[in-house]
């Protein structure tokens, strides 16, 4: 351990342009030959690759307290096991989500998914039964906070996600990558904290399969497939082919993989049983004789962004496979949990609690307060009365005051407004709110939350190197003030009988992105894949 304390504003340390090549040189070359690879830019996708690109990424890893590193972690069993009881809580999710009720109203999406919920829900009891099982494998996204009192720094969530939590197999490789870097350069010494002991582990692939692992088998029938749901030309198919690699590999699991068109003509359910079958051609069999596959578990990295339901017909699939007796990942109640404005209404006072008790502290570290001061404040857009402190009014006051206004000014450059998407690219910030809520008819102010800004330590910055074949003539890496947002993952396998078999702390991703940008997708372009060296402060 390093004798004095971490400072932020020593990092990144100063590298040569000699050493940031020869690290550059060897990252992009190590991760190429391990698969932390996307396929290459193009209108459609040929079904059999032939070249990759690698991912963004870091050249160093980034700075992360080993307390709050450690915290999130603990944090991870208790978010499955809140996240797994709200899904389960139809008078809740009717309440927040609905369309009669909550943002279903106001939002198309959302409003869809919960009619096609209700509806499976309206034809009675036999469904429950025949798979009351739901499967969410979970990421919860933190970034530093410096904004509290006394200078410290805090673990503030970001958002937590339920539905194609993805980059798991990927950051794993990115860990091994920086943990190459230094066995094979020492990272030239220029940090004490760049030493082995400060690289934590990262075993996310195999984590994320166990998840998916314990789902086929409660399923029962070992010889059934798992489905992955995907979407048509995706480029970030190698995070999630090494899941089905484990799969096979650790589980002796066969996946197939299909988007919703195809299952929209291949997939049927029995009428009495609800098996879920697929017709596939018998040389994507394992035997190569089948003709179709029994499906024990659907995983979904697709369906969570209104473009993956072009049709109506889309839609209808997303319903046969929920109606079916395949085990979902995430079931369409669990993704609507994960809506944004499940996250704020559980910030209201007394609303956590209902959900994570004091008799839980048997089973979990982290209770109710704890989470709760993972949280920034958050409001509701369409509350009249938000259940807040005064001085806390910002949004009231956003609308409220003539646009342009100093007050008004000042306090949206303290917040965020979300809708219910996953995915990036659909938040406003700051001074761009004020002009955005005057186009913003009432009727759909439901649909938004408001969010304070967390604000990261400033004067932070990375070594930063572009997707492959971004830059012409070869890879530059860049030197950026940065901002690195943490991502826990975890799983749970529940039901209303059986309760919750979680596993928190499966593996973990961190991903940075330049000061300059206010969003953090990688696939959307804004940030890049990195890991983490743990420090003292
Ligand atoms: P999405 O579902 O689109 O990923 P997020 O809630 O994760 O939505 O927001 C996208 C990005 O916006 C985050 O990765 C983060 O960089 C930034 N962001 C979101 N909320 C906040 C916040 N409260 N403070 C600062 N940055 C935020
Ligand atoms: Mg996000």
């Given at each position: 351990m390093a004798s004095t304390a971490f400072d932020y504003s020593q990092w990144p340390p100063s590298l040569t342009d000699d050493q940031i090549g020869a690290l550059t040189q060897h990252a992009t070359t190590y991760v190429l030959s391990h698969g932390l690879t996307y396929l290459p830019p193009s209108a459609t996708q040929p079904p059999s690759p032939s070249s990759v690109i690698h991912a963004p990424i870091s050249l160093l890893p980034s700075p992360i307290p080993r307390s709050l590193f450690e915290r999130a972690q603990q944090l991870q069993s208790s978010y499955n096991i809140l996240y797994a009881r709200v899904a389960m809580d139809d008078d809740f999710l009717d309440k927040v989500m609905g369309a009669v009720e909550g943002v279903g109203k106001a939002d198309e999406f959302v409003g869809t998914l919960w009619r096609g919920w209700k509806a499976i829900r309206d034809e009675g009891i036999v469904q429950a039964r025949l798979q009351p099982l739901h499967l969410g494998l979970f990421r919860s996204d933190y970034l530093l906070h410096?904004?509290?009192?006394?200078?410290t720094i805090s673990l503030k969530q970001v958002e937590f996600n339920t539905i194609s939590s993805s980059f798991g197999p990927l950051s794993e490789r990115a860990a091994a990558m920086h943990r190459y870097l230094y066995a094979l350069t020492n990272y030239y010494g220029v940090l004490p904290w760049l030493k082995s002991e400060n690289f934590p582990l990262n075993d996310t692939t195999a984590r994320l399969a166990e998840g998916l692992a314990e789902a086929h088998k409660a399923y029962g029938v070992p010889g059934a497939y798992v489905l992955f749901v995907v979407q048509p030309n995706e480029r970030n198919v190698f995070d999630q082919r090494w899941l089905e690699y484990e799969l096979l590999e650790k589980h002796f699991i066969c996946v197939v993989r299909q988007t919703f068109e195809e299952l929209a003509s291949s997939a049927t359910l029995d009428a009495d049983t609800r098996i879920l079958r697929l017709a596939i051609a018998p040389a994507l069999s394992l035997s190569g004789s089948e003709s179709s596959l029994e499906i024990s578990t659907v995983y979904f990295r697709a369906g969570y962004v209104p473009s993956d339901y072009p049709t109506t017909t889309h839609y209808a699939t997303r319903f046969t496979l929920e109606r079916s007796r395949a085990i979902k990942c995430p079931t369409i109640p669990l993704q609507l949990a994960g809506g944004k404005k499940v996250q704020e209404f559980l910030s209201r006072p007394g609303v956590v609690e209902q959900f994570i008790r004091d008799t839980d502290a048997r089973d979990i570290v982290t209770g109710a307060k704890d989470l709760r001061e993972t949280w920034m404040s958050m409001w509701s857009l369409d509350d009249p009365n938000p259940p807040v402190a005064p001085a806390d009014h910002a949004i009231q006051q956003c609308t409220d005051e003539p646009r342009g206004t100093t007050y008004a000014r000042a306090l949206a450059d303290s917040l965020v407004l979300k809708p219910q998407r996953e995915g990036g690219g659909n938040n406003v910030y700051k001074q761009d709110i004020p002009p955005f809520l005057e186009t913003l008819p009432m009727q759909d102010r439901e649909a938004w939350i408001a969010m304070q800004l967390i604000l990261p330590p400033q004067g932070v910055g990375s070594y930063l190197i572009r997707a492959g074949g971004s830059t012409p003539g070869g890879n530059k890496t860049v030197r950026s003030e940065t901002v690195s947002e943490l991502g826990i993952f975890g799983w749970a396998l529940f039901s209303c009988e059986t309760g919750v078999r979680e596993r928190g702390d499966a593996g973990w991703l961190v991903r940075t992105k330049g000061v300059e940008s206010n969003e953090g997708g990688v696939a959307a372009g804004f940030s890049v894949l990195d890991s983490v060296v743990l420090v003292d402060r």
């Open positions: 410096t904004g509290g009192e006394d200078g």
